[in-house]
């Protein structure tokens, strides 16, 4: 007799072990996930689940609770890439602005650009005033020049290695796949030459 109940009286301990465990999970949780925890347990063969099955649904329930952090860090990016500030900054190639997956999933591609760089002088714009095709005053690191025909005026751009930019100016010998990036400096439009990237019209 006392056999018996020291045998169940011991399952009867895992199960409310178990149960407990539960009951925690679906605090720290989201709804979906108490349940995936649950129905992976509970799918376990016996009525009492082996502690390397509860193991099992708590890696299962990390690998899902980092995925989905990882899908919500790259919504966040999109939403920043559409619709956040673009403030004045200088512009340099950095290799951390390589087109990443929120870029990707944002934009779309255009294909390799030719790039130049201009300044508010005369010489570069034509104009001392450094009004834009577009009405506005132009900003290094927001203004670029681009053909309307291929990027609309006003849409946002990323430009690999760069960073996002908004389409504000046109140029006359600005055509097809070339954009012409403003700067505040005219030394350094000539410092920055001529270079190649990928570009991403992102709305």
Known sequence: MFYVIRKYSRRVFLLL???FSLTI??????????VLLSSTVASTSGSVPS???VNAAA??????RAEEARAEAIDRQVDD?????????TVAYDSSLEADEAVQSAGK???????TFYCPCVRCNGRSDGLTKSGTTAVEGRTIAVDPRVIPLGSRVYIEGYGVFV????????????IDVFLDSHSRCFENGVAYADVYLLG
């Open 17 to 19: 072990a178990v149960c």
């Open 25 to 34: 999970s679906a605090f720290a949780l989201d709804t979906q996930s108490a």
């Open 51 to 53: 502690a390397a099955a």
């Open 59 to 64: 890696k299962l329930l990390a690998v899902q």
């Open 81 to 89: 890439l559409l619709y956040g500030s673009i403030a004045r900054r």
């Open 109 to 115: 591609p255009l294909g390799n650009f030719k790039l």
């Open 167 to 178: 389409a504000e100016d046109t140029g006359g010998a600005i055509k097809s796949k070339k």
